[in-house]
């Protein structure tokens, strides 16, 4: 089984930014791709980055240039560097993995991100 823990979540101002991190618990199971996901209130759970295990990485357009995912697969952390957060970047952050053969989706628990105008 995999756990995912996340961190780094906060209340900003505009224009500030935060670190996201997540610890992968793997028991041995291998991660393929990681990426970070978000749900604001009312709202369906959309992709913000993703990670695979190349170090090819894919944003949504709407935090291209101002997120950035990394990854060290030898300590199974996963970053999310936000600068120039907005008050739309205000949601819940998960960590989200593909692993093990099969492959599945595992989830962190979540993180909030609160940012005020």
């Known amino acids: 089984q995999v756990q995912l823990v996340e961190s780094g979540g906060g209340s900003v101002q505009a224009g500030a930014s935060l670190r996201l991190s997540c610890v992968a618990s793997?028991?041995?199971?291998?991660?393929?791709?990681m990426g970070w996901y978000r749900q604001a209130p009312g709202k369906l759970r959309e992709v913000v980055a993703t990670?695979?295990?190349?170090?090819?990485?894919n944003y949504h357009g709407s935090v291209r240039g101002r997120f950035t995912i990394t990854r060290d697969n030898e300590k199974n952390t996963l970053s999310l560097q936000m600068n120039s957060l907005r008050s739309e970047d205000t949601a819940v952050y998960y960590c989200?993995?593909?692993?093990?053969?099969?492959?599945?989706?595992?989830w962190g628990q979540g993180t909030q991100v609160t940012v005020s105008s």
């Open positions: 989200n993995a593909l692993a093990g053969n099969p492959p599945r989706f595992y």
């Open positions: 793997t028991d041995g199971v291998a991660i393929h791709n």
């Open positions: 990670i695979l295990s190349d170090g090819n990485t």
